[in-house]
């Protein structure tokens, strides 16, 4: 979080800080499963590449928004910074796949896969040389990915195909926060998630032209979906930066596991999925393993948070 982002936030009565950004992360937290939500329903018959396409120039048009509510105008040239430049790309990389492997797999069960990105940051910082952690943290790190095992249930034949792209969109988001860190302050972080927009567009956009006979005109419902989900990834992305800037993230971060239950409640009412006892396992144990990394992290200012893809 930038000294520039925390000019964004207002001076506000009633709760204190540290309350209402958890409540905000809480927010974030079912915007982002909403809209995974309704992409899945667009998914299933839309191809993915036309949803990052269609879904796009809404969510430009909402990220210019951000920018010109917070006043950011004169920092937009900061978009083309090479660092915002390679988050932006792994964003869009991870678009892809993100949305492939929810197509395929159960909401919940993909929700808990995802879950392990804070546990990749944490080993791949390590590997870096950018952050030394004990016996204590690689046990937890090593518990974290047993339950993502249990959750995507390797068999003899291999790992299922949709459960290994969930682990490759969790292991690029780790990457990409990696480089977000490392993003000056100077750029806001609405115009760093401009970027990611327009980047996510352009390479759905560019996939679509190389494929034109695989694009399918959206039924009216599978349109608002589409529109509907350009707006909550918008408000994902806005509340949980607003968390974050709000809350101490050791107090705030925890929060984030709230996207799971919700998966839980919308993969039952929607498509009736019951996770098993040993996704249900799976999930605590990378929750829990999450919890404990949280715990024994100080908390560190960054351009922004992480957040779920666009």
Request: hydrophobic share 55%; charged share 10%; aromatic share 6%.
């Amino acid at each position: 979080m930038s000294a520039t982002d925390l000019d964004l936030v207002p001076r506000q009565q009633g709760l204190d800080a540290t309350t209402r950004g958890v409540l905000a992360m809480v927010l974030g937290m079912g915007f982002q499963v909403a809209n995974d939500t309704v992409i899945k329903l667009a998914s299933a018959r839309v191809p993915i590449h036309e949803i990052m396409a269609l879904r796009g120039p809404l969510s430009i048009v909402l990220a210019l928004f951000a920018v010109v509510a917070f006043g950011q105008r004169k920092r937009l040239g900061l978009v083309t910074h090479p660092l915002v430049v390679l988050r932006s790309a792994l964003e869009a990389v991870c678009c892809l796949i993100y949305i492939t492997a929810l197509s395929g797999l159960g909401l919940a069960e993909f929700t808990s896969i995802i879950q392990a990105t804070p546990l990749l940051i944490t080993g791949l910082a390590v590997l870096l040389g950018w952050q030394s952690v004990g016996w204590r943290r690689w046990t937890a790190i090593g518990v974290g990915f047993v339950g993502v095992l249990l959750v995507a249930k390797p068999s003899a034949s291999g790992v299922n195909f949709y459960a290994a792209l969930a682990l490759l969109a969790a292991f690029i988001m780790a990457v990409r926060d990696l480089v977000t860190r490392r993003i000056p302050d100077q750029a806001p972080s609405m115009v760093v998630t401009l970027g990611a927009t327009l980047t996510v567009t352009a390479l759905g956009a560019g996939l679509g032209a190389t494929h034109p006979a695989a694009w399918v005109m959206p039924t009216a419902l599978e349109a608002g979906y589409i529109a509907f989900a350009a707006i909550l990834v918008v408000a994902c992305n806005m509340t949980i930066v607003l968390a974050f800037r709000l809350g101490d993230m050791s107090v705030v971060g925890p929060f984030r596991y709230s996207v799971i239950l919700g998966s839980l409640i919308l993969g039952y009412a929607v498509w009736g999925d019951r996770p098993d006892s040993l996704a249900l396992v799976g999930a605590a144990l990378i929750v829990a393993s999450g919890l404990y990394a949280l715990k024994r992290d100080r908390p560190r200012k960054t351009a922004t948070p992480d957040v779920a893809p666009l």
